[in-house]
């Protein structure tokens, strides 16, 4: 079934509305109804709240019975929060709430979306990683009032019941939770160390690595389809399951959860391209953390491309650039490349000063952004040399006998990096040969056997 299918679907059965709370202006809700669409719900509508955050209900107390009252009003199961709810206020609210209405807050939302979008067993593992972690600190919680409860009763002269049964049966499930987050750590560092030695055989192999990021439907799949060529490593799915022949580019929030990797010619320079994860706002540090295996794929690239919306408002567009950067952080270690997407829904005009948010969320320079239209086509050959530019590369020149070992040195060059200007004079060879550094000085070695 596709995904439109299934949101349809879903949607008959499920509706919701959304909470959303802002101390300095008027909340935005379109992002959370994007959201809570995305994950299958039908959202009836939206109640807001221009103040601090209150440590017991989010809301104020008096919004958040205003809030119950409208879910009684209007039927919903559902109501989203757009912003993390702790333990002790997802319990609070839980009082007011008529019985059998579910609370999501905008973490565990994503988890859902996440949940549902995983289609390798890595991706699963991440996500089931992340819901483990989300879990731990409500159980605790869960643990906590029990107890407090129960002293209540004792204090109080009442019968403390079976209390003290329950409390070692939330003490057990939270020893479980530990040691399931445990085991499926030491999975996923498993994988991790597996994808390390698959990127460094590519490396080996002569491929530089590029990654495609930025904030969910930023263009990023579009942008990858547009650069990427046909697979043709030589190589099967089971040793390698992050190649694939396609990748989704739909218009819609998450589209790409499992990272997916083609071949591509940038400029003359061979790479291997992959599409990643979306990013979103306010994710917490835990949820990063869980994907840490994904998004190793932009940590450990040669290059990474950052893209940014240009049909967004600037203000988004610097709030996104600024959250993809913050989710990067300083694990990236090739060359950051800010590029704006989709230019052809907005006047020339309006480009500089585009391009200058995203600059300023990088603390970059304005003419260092590139403006492409993978629509239209535009600037997409000035961002390929610009990626070629970035990427590690060594020239050296040969001048070597004319036999056939010297044939097979050619060819090998050819599978491994950019040869150019050879000239045959008498029984010599001289060809020149660009490639990363390791390589050329692979190269360097064989012609001197």
């Not at 809700?29 to 440590?55: F, H, K, S």
């Not at 919004?63 to 109501?79: I, Q, S």
């Not at 913050?326 to 391009?355: C, F, N, W």
């Amino acid at each position: 079934m596709q995904d439109s299918d299934r949101r349809r679907r879903r949607s008959q059965e499920r509706t919701a509305l959304v909470a959303a709370r802002d101390a300095a202006t008027e909340p935005d809700t379109e992002e959370a109804i994007a959201l809570a669409d995305t994950a299958g719900y039908e959202v009836v509508g939206a109640v807001t709240q221009r103040r601090v955050e209150d440590p017991d209900y989010w809301f104020g107390r008096g919004k958040a019975e205003e809030l119950m009252r409208r879910v009684t009003n209007t039927g919903v199961d559902t109501v989203v929060f757009d912003g993390p709810l702790s333990p002790k206020q997802a319990y609070t609210l839980g009082e007011l709430c008529p019985d059998g209405t579910q609370l999501l807050d905008r973490h565990r939302l994503v988890l859902d979306i996440f949940a549902e979008r995983a289609g390798t067993r890595e991706a699963g593992l991440q996500v089931r990683l992340a819901e483990l972690r989300y879990e731990l600190p409500r159980v605790k919680m869960a643990v906590r009032l029990e107890r407090q409860a129960a002293n209540e009763r004792t204090a109080s002269g009442a019968h403390a019941g079976q209390g003290g049964g329950r409390d070692e049966k939330e003490h057990r499930r939270v020893r479980d939770l530990r040691e399931r987050i445990e085991r499926i750590g030491a999975k996923l560092d498993s994988l991790g160390d597996v994808a390390a030695d698959r990127r460094a055989r590519r490396h080996a192999a002569g491929f530089d690595l590029v990654a495609v990021a930025g904030y969910t439907n930023a263009g990023k799949s579009t942008l990858f389809q547009r650069l990427a060529t046909d697979l043709d490593l030589g190589e099967n799915d089971r040793r390698h399951p992050d190649e694939h022949s396609t990748a989704a580019a739909d218009d819609g929030l998450f589209e790409t959860l499992d990272t997916t990797t083609r071949r591509a010619e940038l400029d003359g320079r061979r790479v291997l391209l992959t599409d990643t994860v979306g990013f979103v706002a306010d994710l917490p540090p835990w949820l990063v953390e869980s994907f840490e295996t994904t998004l190793s794929a932009a940590y450990a690239a040669d290059a990474v491309l950052l893209l940014a919306d240009a049909s967004d408002p600037v203000d988004r567009i610097r709030e996104k650039v600024t959250t993809s950067r913050e989710i990067l952080a300083d694990g990236v270690r090739g060359e950051l490349l800010p590029v704006l997407t989709k230019v052809d829904r907005v006047p020339d005009e309006a480009a500089a000063d585009l391009r200058a948010a995203v600059a300023g969320a990088l603390s970059a320079e304005p003419e260092d952004v590139a403006a492409i239209s993978t629509h239209e086509g535009d600037g997409l050959e000035t961002l390929e040399r610009r990626v070629a530019a970035a990427l590690p590369r060594e020239t050296a020149t040969f001048d070597v006998p004319n036999d056939g070992e010297t044939q097979s040195l050619l060819s090998w060059a050819h599978d491994h990096g950019v040869v150019h200007d050879v000239t045959y004079t008498g029984d010599r060879v001289r060809f020149g040969f660009e490639a990363r550094p390791a390589v050329v000085e692979r190269a360097r070695s064989r012609a001197t056997r």
